[in-house]
């Protein structure tokens, strides 16, 4: 209860005594204790400061209006609180709704957020899908890139073929030319143009057949190179713009694209004109070696039998006249009569030696397979009394096998080893080192046809100046008188005749004091006569 202050004077104690007696009277009055409070109250708060001493009937109506002030004051006071109260009320409620709708918002919002989440996640994994998709963008762009570059490669190194091959078309002397599977012509080259005496636009889009001077066998040609995929070697006659033909050698083969199908033809041909004329030459040459070779037969007969006579009678009267008018004829007469004989006895030497060089080819025997080393130890064994003569020693190697005619052979080693030992020097025993090798195309490979040998004979004998490395292989040719060294002059040659007969040749390196190495080359296998045909 808020306290009324007064002054502390002997009046106001009195003042409040009075108080004090009034405030017990309204209480004996049966008033309320609040009521009481609250005329003290209003009566400090109207400022009365002296409380009358006249009796309840003066006061009371002071009192009472004191109390209709309270009152309306109480009222408005609780008005004003009801209304603070409806107030605060309606207030809460708007905040009650708004809190709801707050709570409302909220769970939207958390829906809103979980959605949100949602999408995020789905965002962030065609973030993460798109990212792939870019790595694969740009790798397959990558890959287009080095594709493209590959196809520009490509492409230039197709241009490059396709004018290579057009160049080395138009470079060939031979005729070449594309048709498609009816026989029109689709590209030809320049050689086609010179020997037709057509230009290409002319002859793009004729037929083939139409080139040559019989059509029909043309035709046939074609028909059979598209039947055949392959075709070698066909006659025909090209009718050229000139009226000139020619005769040509026709090679065909098909073209096909890349599932195998047939597109055209590629036609070579060749002009054979300068071939026939040098295989008419060749005949005739052929022909004219024909008639020598008879000839030279038949003067092997004349020789074997024709002069051999005359001169086995020379030496038979010789030998008589010896016998019986030796002695009588005195030192000069039997002079005569040896040089007689030495000279008949040459002369039967160079005669059997000319016989066996017209038989290198008039008895030549057929090329059969034949081992070297074994040949060469028959030539040993054949020359085992002139080894042990000169002391010498005749060292074989490896030695090849060729398809040969075997006794040339023999008389070929035989010849050169013969003269090995012959040439031997004075000071140092002979010592012939004979082997051979094969010259082969690929290391290690089989033989074939055109693979060649070399055969080598050695010597440490007296040797030569290589300016005679020629001469030596001439008829009767000799560096040596005939006092120093025995024959004829005429092995060599025979030796030079066989190495040409089996399509080889031979040569001689050698140095004077230091020996002489023989080399001769030949052919592994021989070509047959019919393949030359």
């Known amino acids: 209860m808020r306290k009324i202050k007064t002054?502390?004077?002997?009046?106001?104690?009195?003042?409040?005594?009075?108080?004090?007696?009034?405030?017990?009277?309204?209480?004996?009055?049966?008033?309320?204790?609040?009521?009481?409070?609250?005329?003290?109250h209003a009566h400090a708060l109207k400022g009365i400061r002296e409380i009358p001493r006249a009796g309840w009937a003066t006061w009371e109506p002071a009192v009472a209006a004191a109390l209709r002030d309270l009152e309306i004051q109480r009222y408005s006071k609780a008005n004003r609180y009801y209304s603070a109260i409806e107030r605060n009320q309606a207030l809460l409620e708007a905040i009650r709704v708004r809190s709801e709708a707050l709570q409302v918002t909220a769970r939207e919002l958390e829906e809103a957020n979980e959605k949100l989440g949602l999408t995020n996640q789905e965002i962030e994994s065609a973030n993460k899908e798109l990212g792939l998709a870019n790595r694969e963008l740009e790798l397959t762009n990558k890959e287009l890139e080095t594709a493209n570059r590959e196809l520009a490669a490509t492409t230039q190194r197709l241009e490059y073929t396709s004018n290579y091959l057009q160049t080395m078309m138009d470079s060939m002397l031979d005729i070449l030319a594309t048709t498609d599977v009816t026989g029109v012509i689709t590209d030809v080259n320049r050689s086609t143009e010179r020997l037709t005496g057509h230009s290409r636009g002319a002859l793009i889009g004729r037929p083939f057949q139409g080139l040559f001077t019989d059509v029909e066998a043309a035709q046939a040609v074609v028909e059979k190179a598209l039947a055949e995929k392959n075709i070698a070697d066909y006659r025909l006659f090209l009718a050229a713009r000139d009226g000139q033909v020619l005769p040509v050698n026709c090679n065909a083969t098909v073209l096909q694209d890349l599932e195998g199908r047939t597109t055209g033809v590629l036609f070579a041909l060749r002009d054979i004109t300068e071939r026939l004329r040098v295989e008419e030459a060749l005949t005739r040459q052929a022909l004219e070696l024909k008639r020598s070779n008879d000839e030279l037969e038949q003067f092997a007969y004349v020789a074997s039998h024709d002069l051999q006579e005359p001169l086995r009678?020379?030496?038979?009267?010789?030998?008589?006249?010896?016998?019986?008018?030796g002695e009588g004829s005195g030192e000069e007469g039997g002079d005569y009569l040896e040089r007689m004989q030495e000279a008949a006895k040459r002369m039967q030497v160079?005669?059997?030696?000319?016989?066996?060089?017209?038989?290198?080819?008039?008895?030549?025997?057929p090329f059969t397979q034949v081992d070297l080393g074994q040949v060469a130890q028959t030539v040993i064994s054949d020359l085992e009394v002139q080894i042990e003569q000169t002391g010498g020693r005749v060292e074989v190697g490896e030695m090849p096998t060729l398809e040969a005619d075997e006794t040339q052979m023999r008389q070929l080693l035989q010849n050169l080893t013969h003269n090995a030992l012959k040439f031997h020097r004075e000071d140092a025993p002979p010592v012939v080192k004979v082997y051979g090798r094969v010259l082969r195309g690929r290391r290690g490979g089989p033989p074939s046809a055109g693979e060649r040998c070399q055969i080598f004979v050695e010597d440490n004998g007296i040797g030569f100046e290589e300016r005679y490395a020629d001469r030596i292989f001439g008829v009767f040719q000799r560096l040596h008188g005939r006092s120093d060294y025995g024959g004829t002059g005429i092995g060599l040659p025979i030796c030079r005749k066989i190495a040409e007969r089996h399509g080889g040749s031979i040569v001689a390196r050698s140095e004077p004091g230091k020996g002489t190495r023989f080399i001769i080359t030949l052919p592994v296998s021989q070509v047959k006569e019919e393949a030359i045909l």
């Open 313 to 325: 009678k020379v030496m038979a009267f010789g030998d008589r006249l010896k016998t019986k008018w």
């Open 350 to 365: 160079l005669i059997n030696d000319l016989l066996s060089l017209s038989r290198v080819t008039t008895r030549a025997q």
């Open 7 to 40: 002054q502390r004077s002997a009046k106001g104690y009195r003042d409040l005594n009075a108080n004090y007696k009034t405030t017990r009277f309204v209480t004996n009055r049966r008033l309320p204790p609040r009521t009481a409070e609250h005329i003290w």
